[in-house]
């Protein structure tokens, strides 16, 4: 499928951040997520598992943050840490201000399975958050079929999923459904968005496409993201900073800013500068996966 | 022929008169006598001419079938989302409730009338004890194949469990539910003629039990295939009621306009 890139105006207000890094000014409440000495064990006694060694990372609201490392290192970890799903075994982690817990912020979650409901049409599948989570969630009733019919609506159009909108999930491709999938994460004007990753399962066109169009969607809603993934290409293009992770348990052993400019092209991405960037990062988790004491 | 469905109708159709004129002559050329086994049109006869007399007993035993799996069904539906939801109660209910359907029913019919005496009350327990146990693990079935993601996508937008339920969980289980239904309304029909035939003065079942104590073996088919008909019309109606509600689950192919 052809398909058209453009950058249209957010169809509600983004609550973004300011676009310039945290400022001095608001201190601590600007960080949107923060783990101290943070740790996760799974199980208890003689059968229990290191997920994440103590870690400690501090993301500031607005950023783009990809976490890359070995598989099985704990990536999905931090992930489920900062969206309440996962309680750390030690350490304190803080979301939105205060301590995490699923309510503490608007929190989009996108995992690599789109996980739309059959039953639905690709419309009501995206408005489910909003059927789910305040302000919106008491306006459903009324506004299903009038105001927030036409946020799905815009939000498809910016992935280019217009007129898909009365579509059933299995009339669509994967890559189409992962769209979609986006667009649910970020229906309910999330300030924390979490991907766990989205793009894992798609083909080198439909991803590349789609790394364009979440780029776009961040740039114009402007949320918090921890988007995890295995591809440094992808970590490259999309992420304002990238962290590596070491063999499980994970700990970070790396944590650089990336200053490409944005709008960011898949050209750039066989440009010198940014080559040298996926080598360097390439080298840290094959370092990384040889340091694995034991099996795997 | 043009509509294949049509053709494939018709032969079935054609192929179920066939087994009962085949029987017809089978009893014809054998020279059955009809106190062993009477001919389909003998039993259609009788059917017909004692239908004055038949046809309060037919409401009766459908009353008390309805009835009885009106109850299975809200029992059935209110355990399974119960096992389906909690893991104590999948545990401690689970093995009771399988212990409880490897009982043959008929052993529990004299318990029942032991209780309320004989006469409507037992058969409608007898139906709904019978119809209940496939509703029960459909529902927790469909509610323990909800996907991981999709719940973790939910709880982290701070849904409560109820939600989960209502929105995923319950939706999910519509096919496994209509599935079950189609089966549990021809059980029911089993336990309620099980218990009119033990103990009842009423219903289709009693019918056949004192037209076989007097040798009126037509009258007993007849009402055999009363019951099969009954049996047949409700899982007729279930079904197209599952093909309105849960067509997304046996939706065809369609291809995709690119």
Not at chain 1, 267 to 292: H, K, W, Y
Not at chain 2, 11 to 27: K, T, V
Not at chain 2, 128 to 145: K, S
Request: hydrophobic residues 50%; positive net charge; glycine residues 8%.
């Amino acid at each position: 499928m052809h398909f058209r890139m453009s950058i249209q105006p957010p169809p509600f207000p983004a609550t973004a951040a300011p676009l310039s890094p945290v400022s001095v000014l608001d201190g601590a409440s600007a960080l949107a997520i923060e783990l101290s000495q943070a740790s996760v064990t799974f199980g208890v006694g003689a059968n229990s598992v290191p997920a994440l060694a103590q870690t400690s990372l501090r993301i500031p609201e607005g950023a783009f943050v990809a976490l890359v490392g070995p598989s099985g290192c704990g990536k999905s970890t931090i992930l489920r840490l900062a969206s309440g799903l996962v309680r750390p075994t030690t350490g304190v982690v803080i979301v939105g201000g205060r301590e995490v817990s699923a309510k503490a912020l608007r929190i989009g979650m996108a995992f690599q399975n789109p996980t739309m409901l059959p039953w639905l049409t690709i419309e009501r599948n995206i408005m489910l958050p909003l059927k789910i989570v305040e302000p919106f969630r008491s306006r459903y009733a009324r506004d299903k079929k009038g105001a927030f019919r036409d946020k799905a609506h815009a939000l498809l159009a910016q992935v280019g999923l217009k007129g898909f909108a009365s579509k059933f999930p299995w009339q669509l491709s994967g890559g189409m459904l992962q769209r979609a999938n986006l667009c649910r994460a970020l229906i309910h004007e999330p300030r924390l968005l979490l991907l766990d990753e989205p793009f894992g399962a798609l083909d080198q066109f439909t991803r590349e496409e789609l790394w364009a169009i979440l780029q776009d969607l961040w740039l114009a809603h402007r949320p918090t993201v921890l988007l995890v993934t295995h591809d440094l290409r992808e970590a490259g293009f999309l992420a304002s900073r990238i962290c590596v992770m070491s063999a499980r348990p994970g700990r970070i052993i790396d944590d650089s800013a990336i200053d490409f400019a944005r709008p960011r092209s898949i050209a750039m991405t066989f440009e010198p500068g940014f080559v040298a960037l996926n080598q360097r990062l390439r080298e840290l988790i094959v370092d990384a996966r040889s340091a694995v004491p034991g099996d795997h | 022929m043009a509509d294949p469905r049509l053709k494939q109708r018709l032969w079935s159709a054609g192929l179920i008169a066939l087994f009962f004129l085949g029987w017809e002559l089978f009893c014809l050329v054998s020279g059955m006598s009809d106190l062993i086994l009477p001919r389909p049109s003998q039993i259609f006869a009788t059917m017909v001419q004692r239908f004055p007399v038949l046809w309060p007993h037919i409401l009766q035993t459908l009353a008390t079938t309805m009835t009885g799996f009106a109850l299975g069904v809200a029992l059935g539906v209110l355990l399974g989302a119960v096992i389906g939801v909690s893991r104590t109660a999948y545990d401690t209910v689970y093995p009771l409730l399988i212990g409880f359907s490897s009982i043959p029913k008929v052993a529990v019919v004299p318990i029942f009338v032991l209780w309320f005496g004989s006469g409507t009350v037992p058969a409608v327990l007898t139906s709904l004890a019978i119809c209940f146990f496939p509703i029960v693990v459909n529902i927790a079935t469909g509610l323990a194949t909800t996907e991981p993601e999709m719940e973790d996508v939910l709880k982290a937008l701070g849904a409560s469990k109820l939600d989960i339920l209502w929105n995923v969980g319950l939706p999910r289980t519509m096919p496994f539910f209509f599935a079950s239904l189609k089966v549990a309304v021809t059980y029911a029909f089993v336990g309620t003629v099980l218990a009119e035939t033990v103990a009842s003065n009423r219903g289709i079942g009693n019918v056949m039990m004192s037209a076989s104590s007097n040798f009126n073996t037509p009258l007993v088919f007849a009402g055999l295939f009363i019951l099969a008909g009954l049996g047949v019309a409700l899982y007729v109606a279930f079904s197209l009621i599952e093909a309105r509600v849960t067509g997304w689950a046996t939706r065809k192919n369609d291809l995709l306009a690119a």
